[in-house]
């Protein structure tokens, strides 16, 4: 795997889980707090809401939810944001993106992920650095160093 492609699939990822339903009860999970970002630089398209059968729809936009000072107080570019979205038959993934480039090669990317899977059912997250809870949601941190 080349180094772009490693550092795009691995070096920074937040991923948020549960999007409007709780991930262990049939309690709905609370809707993020009602506030308004600052200024974004670099507008995204809008979040398309999806239906998956037996899933809640993902209603939280990670991309226009946080603003520029968020972003740059997290180390990175906000002119780099982007959306990265995957969208499948039975669950939906609605994330944004963010490079630090070094040397005009990136050399952190930062993923911020909605996703109206829980975090229990998903596995491959077993080995988050942290966990956390944002907005009654859960959330983790991973980081995978770039050879």
């Not at 180094?3 to 609370?30: F, N, Q, Y």
């Not at 970002?37 to 990670?62: C, H, K, M």
């Not at 997250?125 to 956390?132: I, L, N, P, Q």
């Amino acid at each position: 795997m080349s180094r772009t492609k490693l550092a795009t699939a691995c070096v920074a990822a937040m991923a948020i889980a549960g999007a409007a339903t709780g991930c262990s009860s049939d309690e709905p999970t609370p809707a993020p707090t009602s506030k308004t970002p600052g200024p974004i630089a670099v507008q995204v398209p809008s979040l398309v809401t999806r239906v998956n059968p037996g899933r809640e729809p993902v209603t939280f936009d990670a991309c226009t939810s946080f603003d520029d000072d968020a972003v740059v107080r997290a180390g990175f570019n906000p002119r780099t944001r982007e959306r990265a979205d995957f969208i499948a038959d039975t669950y939906s993934v609605f994330g944004c993106k963010f490079k630090d480039v070094q040397n005009g090669r990136p050399a952190r990317i930062l993923t911020i992920d909605m996703s109206n899977v829980p975090l229990h059912e998903q596995p491959y997250f077993e080995s988050a650095v942290d966990r956390f809870t944002i907005d009654g949601r859960e959330a983790i941190s991973m980081s995978c160093p770039v050879p």
